[in-house]
């Protein structure tokens, strides 16, 4: 157990570092580069590159620090070491790999900086967060948000980064199309991050009317380890009754529960659409601000 849970904390470790380099090589080999800007601490820090000459890589960590004693205190000691190591490594890339000018990208067509510049960093952050590390700044806020609301991480992005965009137009020689390509690449890696983090909690609703659905319940119980839910059906044309079989499984799931199903009943008719939010055992945990509040009646009632 110890060995597993070392090679689990190594693999954690791991994949923050490939997702801390391509973070910010977005920034260093497409983004800066091309004199563009987006949103969070890392654009924020952009534009006072671009306005008061500060590097980024002094600006950067000093601003983090005080986001990253809230969220240590907030979210525990495993965010903060893991949230540190992530600080102190993008702290370091943003200060080396501007040396090596042969990474810089440079491109004639901004709006293809923006969207590559938005991929990869959404990439970067998303494999970050996965781990339960931190880039810092509003990923941090994001985080907070998140632990305690069903706000997706995304949204919080979109609303604080449109006060830092604009901020451009306080910057000399920047201006409105300097904004939109901000804006373009801020909503490119608002949906990019949503799809890293998301895209693998996905699930799937499917319904299955068979003669069979005693049988295929009893296989997708146990051989597919699923729930399944029998609700009562009458055939509107035959009146006869019957069972219809509700299944909630996730997305990469379904093509193996769908195919069990006909390897039973071929004549199964099956319909299957999208459950945007599944909360319950071997799904996703609810999350709201009633923790807090129940938090804060039992200080004022003690």
Same mark, same amino acid.
């Given at each position: 157990?110890? /060995?597993?849970?070392? $090679?689990?904390?190594? =693999?954690?470790?791991?994949?923050?570092?490939?997702?801390?380099?391509?973070?910010? #090589?977005? =920034?260093?080999?497409?983004?800066? +580069?091309?004199?563009?800007?987006?949103?969070?601490?890392?654009?924020?820090? /952009?534009?006072?590159?671009?306005?008061?000459?500060?590097?980024?890589?002094?600006?950067?960590?000093?601003?983090?620090?005080?986001?990253?004693?809230?969220?240590?205190? !907030?979210?525990?000691?495993?965010?903060?070491?893991?949230?540190?190591?992530?600080?102190?490594?993008?702290?370091?890339?943003?200060?080396?790999? +501007?040396?090596? +000018?042969?990474?810089?990208?440079?491109?004639?067509?901004?709006?293809?900086? !923006?969207?590559?510049?938005?991929?990869?960093?959404?990439?970067?952050?998303? %494999?970050? %967060?996965?781990?339960?590390?931190?880039?810092?700044?509003?990923?941090?806020? !994001? #985080?907070?948000?998140?632990?305690? =609301?069903?706000?997706?991480?995304?949204?919080?992005?979109?609303?604080?980064?449109?006060?830092?965009?604009?901020? $451009?137009?306080?910057?000399?020689?920047?201006?409105?199309?300097?904004?939109?390509?901000?804006?373009?690449?801020?909503?490119?890696?608002?949906?990019?991050?949503?799809?890293?983090?998301?895209?693998?909690?996905?699930?799937?609703?499917?319904?299955?009317?068979?003669?069979?659905?005693?049988?295929?319940?009893?296989?997708?119980?146990?051989?597919?380890?699923?729930?399944?839910?029998?609700?009562?059906?009458?055939? =509107?044309?035959?009146?006869?009754?019957?069972?219809? $079989?509700?299944?909630?499984?996730?997305?990469?799931?379904?093509?193996?529960?769908?195919?069990?199903?006909?390897?039973?009943?071929?004549?199964?008719?099956?319909?299957?659409?999208?459950?945007?939010?599944?909360?319950?055992?071997?799904?996703?945990?609810?999350?709201?601000?009633?923790?807090?509040?129940?938090?804060?009646?039992?200080?004022?009632?003690?």
């Amino acid at each position: 157990m110890k /060995t597993s849970k070392v $090679l689990n904390v190594l =693999w954690d470790y791991f994949l923050m570092t490939v997702g801390s380099v391509i973070f910010c #090589m977005a =920034w260093t080999s497409f983004v800066i +580069p091309n004199g563009l800007a987006s949103g969070g601490l890392t654009g924020l820090c /952009t534009i006072i590159q671009y306005g008061l000459g500060i590097p980024i890589g002094i600006t950067y960590p000093v601003i983090n620090i005080l986001l990253l004693i809230l969220g240590f205190l !907030a979210l525990g000691k495993s965010f903060g070491f893991k949230t540190i190591y992530v600080i102190l490594l993008t702290s370091l890339l943003f200060e080396v790999l +501007p040396n090596f +000018p042969q990474l810089e990208v440079m491109m004639n067509e901004k709006l293809l900086v !923006a969207l590559v510049g938005a991929t990869l960093e959404s990439v970067g952050i998303g %494999l970050v %967060l996965l781990r339960g590390g931190s880039t810092g700044g509003t990923d941090i806020i !994001a #985080m907070l948000i998140n632990k305690y =609301w069903p706000v997706s991480p995304g949204k919080v992005y979109l609303y604080t980064d449109v006060f830092i965009i604009s901020c $451009l137009l306080f910057v000399p020689e920047k201006g409105l199309v300097d904004m939109i390509y901000a804006f373009v690449m801020m909503l490119g890696f608002s949906f990019g991050v949503d799809y890293v983090l998301l895209g693998n909690k996905s699930s799937v609703q499917i319904l299955v009317f068979s003669a069979k659905y005693q049988e295929i319940a009893d296989h997708i119980i146990n051989e597919l380890d699923r729930g399944v839910t029998a609700l009562q059906s009458v055939g =509107w044309y035959s009146q006869k009754e019957s069972k219809v $079989l509700l299944i909630i499984a996730r997305k990469q799931q379904m093509n193996e529960v769908v195919n069990e199903i006909k390897e039973i009943d071929k004549r199964a008719f099956i319909s299957v659409s999208t459950a945007m939010s599944v909360y319950g055992e071997g799904f996703e945990e609810v999350k709201s601000g009633l923790k807090i509040k129940d938090k804060k009646e039992e200080v004022n009632n003690g």
